[in-house]
């Protein structure tokens, strides 16, 4: 039951707050993670036919950078992907949107060739479970991109981060969790690991094993 209310408690809060999320977003986005978005799918190079799954949509900001295949996208909050929606209207790309939990997807095992986020698993509320999940639905050969933020490998400065943790949080976001190890813990076998800011913004590129 308390698993089920933090759930919740999550699309209530991005519910909330869809409607100033990309207002909030936009320096970042603009100076940072509008490059690192393009980036990330010149590495994904998806070829045509490929079942992609985006796991924490949003409001839909990776929608442009889409490429070649069909995708399904899930995120917990319904006005998030109502947002999304605008975004998929003006894509020519096959893209379906669902509403869904990180640590529940709605899909058999095995059938997607790609699995790919952006800034999800810092605000999943059990982010193990949520990997594992991605893990579960990734095909045997498949390829799993996590472009995430976590505390950075400094142990010098990573007090500072637990010390803003509780802020952060306020807004959804954990800035002091260790996702690279998560992945691992997920079952993933880690192939390729890019620093983009230090070591708080990384690009992890993953398999099946």
Known sequence: ??????????????????????????????????????????????CEGDRILEIGV????????????HYIAVDISEKMIFKAKERVRNSTKD?????????????????????FTTFVFCSVENPIKGLKEAYRVLKPDGRAFFLEHMLPKNRLIQPIFHLLNPIAR??????????????????????????LLGTVFRLVEAEKV
């Open 1 to 46: 039951m308390r698993v089920q209310a933090k759930v919740g408690e999550d699309r209530k809060r991005y519910n909330r707050i869809a409607a100033i999320y990309e207002i909030a977003e936009a320096p970042m986005e603009l100076f940072l993670s509008k490059k690192w978005r393009k980036y990330l799918f010149e590495r994904i190079n998806p």
């Open 58 to 69: 949003g409001t839909g900001k990776n929608v442009p950078y889409y490429r070649d295949g």
């Open 95 to 115: 893209v379906q949107l669902i509403v869904s939990d990180a640590e529940s997807l709605p899909f058999k095992d095995d059938v997607f060739d790609i699995v």
């Open 170 to 195: 306020m807004m959804g976001p954990e800035i002091n969790r260790k996702t690279d190890e998560n992945i691992r813990k997920a079952g993933f076998s880690i192939v390729k690991e890019e620093h």
